[in-house]
């Protein structure tokens, strides 16, 4: 948008025209946020109305006036602020803008006639500050001023929008980290002037600063409380942060002084729906979507088909925030802002029947991702419960209050055995799991697949002893007690325990035994799946290649024609194995890295090392020993997060050994150590990228068709299924939560 120009100062003259308005002087140094100011300021380019919206203390003023200032030259006529907080009476709201304009008039005329005539031939910015609570009558206003008065901007700033033609709307957000710490700081030094943050001291400022969820006037209100208190003190007083956070500056506006009265402010603008869906709301750990929203909060006061329009107005008032995520768009209240919802809900008395419904649908979700687990959503799963694993864990939680739902905690541990396992979460899926086996419960269904789960997390961890207590448990009471589901995952488990123990005649009596006993039951899904690619692992430490990968292309095919694509990974894992050592190392780079594939995008890193392992064995032979050697670094690197490096298992360790023993004869042990060394630095993800060159394989997108697979013994020759891709099997509509379960 062009602006008029403004007058150049007479002939002679030496000095600029005076900058005529009434923005106050900074009385500190305003912190941060330079591309939001840049942003702000080229919107108000290209419109003549910008608001600067979003949840109480955020900075809205500060940057509101603070992008005016910069922008004061532009003005002819100057610009004027205008603050309407303390404006009650809607009818004295044009009194307000003429007193902001300087303005007087002893005249009869109304009011915005005055206003109007004023601004119509000027070239003025109008910074509106704090209208929320007039929005009915500032809009209209707004309207004609911008209508009437062609070189009026207008510049608002406050927790919703004025919804005016033609208005463009800037959501502030909390300050990143590294603003935050130096608002903390700055402020912090302003209070105590030998302030200095030592490296121990940062991190804890961090800290403070994250949970106050980078919200400008927390900060300052945290800083304060420095006169009398440490920052490690502030910190750990944060569970009781609406008391904890008073007492700011005397100049500040009234709404600003105290942190509770702040997000008051904006609690006193809603109606009796939206302070009702605000405190429902503050049941939810971190994101949430609205399907969640309207079977939890909906209910006495607030019916189901007015839930999305209640949430909307919260959105708009920027109390709730949205945002983009690889499941779609969610919403999020500020931690703030959901202690201060918690607060009211516990007012209601109705904050445990909330608790236990937020706590039913989760149960439901997980039982649907688990069901969903076994198709071609395997990837939208993963990413969903990665969102929703807050919830999780607070629906974990809340069971695990009472004695008598202690068994729904242990379903849910139990249920998420797919992300406990497949998704790099061995480490709290144990914590999980052994937390809810605390209590002493029946040996019902739930209590037993806890147990075999567990039971499997510790064989993947490498931990025997806890592994073999966890798995005989579950097989002697799901046999005496007749749950026959249970005694097979825990046969099964007990066969993948002796497989990297190196017992693979015992693995393979257990592992065929395990697929009996879930044949009979009508079990099939990703674990029955594994259980196969597990008896080919089996199989082939005893020797026997070419059944090992019948096996697996079995299971590959299986897959397939499942979107399953997790187990596909160790499939493909055995195939590339068996075509390397029968010598096709071209087929079985193009396998392994699509199994390196799908293993980083599952964050599975079990699959990863292991798929890298094999890789840098590939690479030796292909007659790169360097670049081997590397690649085992990498795996170096990796395994601490896993578990014990290979298992501990000589027959798991055996393409690392003779990795190891190819490349140190080649280079020698002083450069072999140093490619080891230089792997080491490589970031995981940095690992994955290089060890995909020349795999046929991106990273983290759709696999390059790998040829047949079956047997692995046709170097790169075309067969019936070569540069196929298998259409999957149609399945269930993905699931959305469940029923009330008590």
């Known amino acids: 948008m062009r602006h008029p120009q403004c007058p150049t100062p007479p002939d002679g003259a030496s000095d600029p025209l005076p900058v005529r308005g009434n923005l106050p002087a900074e009385l500190n140094a305003f912190v941060g946020r330079e591309d939001e100011l840049a942003e702000v300021g080229a919107l108000l380019e290209s419109s003549r109305l910008v608001t600067v919206a979003g949840v109480a203390g955020v900075g809205?003023?500060?940057?509101?006036?603070?992008?005016?200032?910069?922008?004061?030259?532009?003005?002819?006529?100057?610009?004027?602020?205008?603050?309407?907080?303390?404006?009650?009476?809607?009818?004295?709201?044009?009194?307000?803008?003429?007193?902001?304009?300087?303005?007087?008039?002893?005249?009869?005329?109304?009011?915005?006639?005055?206003?109007v005539e004023h601004c119509a031939e000027r070239r003025l910015l109008l910074v509106i500050d704090g209208f929320e609570h007039l929005v009915d009558a500032c809009a209209p206003l707004v309207r004609e001023l911008l209508r009437r008065a062609p070189g009026l901007q207008v510049l608002a700033a406050g927790r919703r929008p004025l919804r005016v033609d033609g208005e463009l709307i800037f959501p502030l957000d909390p300050l990143n980290d590294e603003d935050a710490l130096e608002l903390f700081t700055t402020r912090a030094a302003a209070v105590r002037p030998r302030f200095r943050l030592t490296d121990a001291g940062r991190e804890t400022a961090r800290e403070l600063c994250r949970r106050l969820d980078g919200i400008p006037l927390a900060l300052e209100l945290a800083a304060g409380r420095l006169r009398a208190l440490t920052t490690e003190q502030v910190l750990h007083r944060l569970d009781d942060r609406f008391r904890l956070l008073t007492g700011g500056s005397p100049s500040a506006l009234p709404r600003h002084r105290t942190l509770r009265t702040a997000i008051g402010w904006s609690h006193e603008l809603c109606t009796p729906e939206q302070r009702l869906l605000w405190a429902r709301l503050s049941v939810f750990a971190g994101q949430f979507d609205l399907e969640a929203v309207e079977y939890i909060c909906s209910g006495p006061?607030?019916?189901?088909?007015?839930?999305?329009?209640v949430l909307d107005e919260l959105l708009a008032q920027s109390v709730v925030v949205r945002e983009e995520s690889p499941v779609g768009s969610r919403y999020r209240l500020l931690d703030t802002v959901r202690e201060y919802g918690a607060q009211w809900l516990r007012a209601t008395g109705d904050a445990e029947r909330l608790r236990r419904r937020h706590r039913d649908w989760y149960l439901g979700l997980a039982t649907w991702c688990e069901l969903d687990w076994f198709s071609p959503r395997q990837a939208e799963v993963a990413a969903r419960i990665d969102s929703e694993l807050p919830n999780l864990r607070r629906a974990m939680e809340c069971s695990l209050e009472s004695p008598d739902e202690v068994h729904l905690a242990q379903y849910l541990a139990g249920t998420l055995w797919f992300y406990w396992a497949g998704c790099g979460r061995l480490s709290e899926?144990?914590?999980?799991?052994?937390?809810?086996?605390?209590e002493e419960t029946p040996y019902d269904h739930s209590r037993l697949k806890a147990l075999w789960v567990l039971g499997y997390v510790a064989v993947l961890q490498g931990d025997r002893v806890g592994a073999v207590s966890a798995l005989q448990e579950c097989r002697e009471e799901g046999e005496r007690s007749g749950d026959a589901t249970a005694a097979a995952y825990a046969a099964h488990r007990t066969g993948c325990l002796s497989l990297v123990t190196d017992d693979p005649v015992r693995a393979e009596e257990l592992l065929r035994d395990a697929l009996a006993r879930y044949q009979e039951i009508g079990e099939l899904n990703s674990n029955v799946l594994m259980a196969q690619v597990e008896l080919g692992m089996a199989v082939a430490f005893r020797g026997d290649l070419d059944a090992a990968a019948t096996i697996c292309a079995e299971v590959r095919e299986i897959?397939?024609?499942?979107?399953?694509?997790?187990?596909?990974?160790?499939?493909?894992?055995?195939?590339?194995?068996?075509?390397?050592e029968?010598?096709?190392?071209g087929r079985a780079r193009r396998m392994i890295g699509e199994a390196l594939s799908i293993a980083h995008t599952f964050h599975d890193l079990l699959g990863t090392v292991l798929s890298l392992e094999l890789l840098a064995l590939i690479t030796v032979v292909e007659g790169d020993a360097v670049e081997a050697s590397a690649l085992q670094g990498a795996a170096d690197r990796i395994w601490p997060s896993v578990g014990l490096p290979l298992f501990g298992s000589a027959h798991y360790?055996?393409?690392?050994?003779?990795?190891?023993?190819?490349a140190r004869a080649e280079l020698g042990d002083a450069r072999y150590e140093a490619g080891r060394r230089s792997g080491r630095l490589l970031e995981p993800a940095e690992a994955?990228?290089?060890?995909?060159?020349?795999?046929?394989?991106?990273?983290?997108?759709?696999?390059?068709?790998?040829?047949?697979?079956?047997?692995?013994?046709?170097?790169?020759?075309?067969?019936e299924t070569s540069g196929e891709t298998r259409r999957p099997a149609a399945?269930?509509?993905?699931?959305?939560g469940g029923p009330e379960l008590g």
């Open 60 to 115: 809205k003023t500060r940057v509101a006036t603070r992008v005016a200032a910069l922008a004061e030259k532009r003005y002819c006529d100057g610009v004027w602020l205008a603050e309407l907080s303390a404006v009650h009476d809607p009818e004295l709201l044009e009194h307000a803008l003429m007193e902001a304009l300087g303005l007087t008039d002893h005249t009869n005329r109304p009011p915005r006639v005055t206003l």
């Open 301 to 309: 006061g607030l019916p189901a088909d007015s839930v999305l329009d």
């Open 429 to 438: 899926g144990r914590h999980w799991l052994e937390h809810v086996l605390e």
């Open 559 to 580: 897959c397939e024609d499942h979107g399953e694509r997790w187990t596909l990974a160790y499939a493909l894992y055995v195939l590339g194995y068996a075509a390397l």
């Open 582 to 585: 029968s010598g096709f190392s």
């Open 653 to 662: 360790g055996r393409p690392r050994a003779e990795c190891e023993k190819r």
């Open 688 to 719: 994955v990228v290089r060890a995909m060159r020349g795999t046929g394989t991106t990273v983290c997108g759709e696999p390059s068709p790998v040829g047949d697979g079956g047997s692995g013994r046709a170097e790169d020759a075309p067969s």
């Open 731 to 736: 399945s269930r509509t993905p699931g959305r």
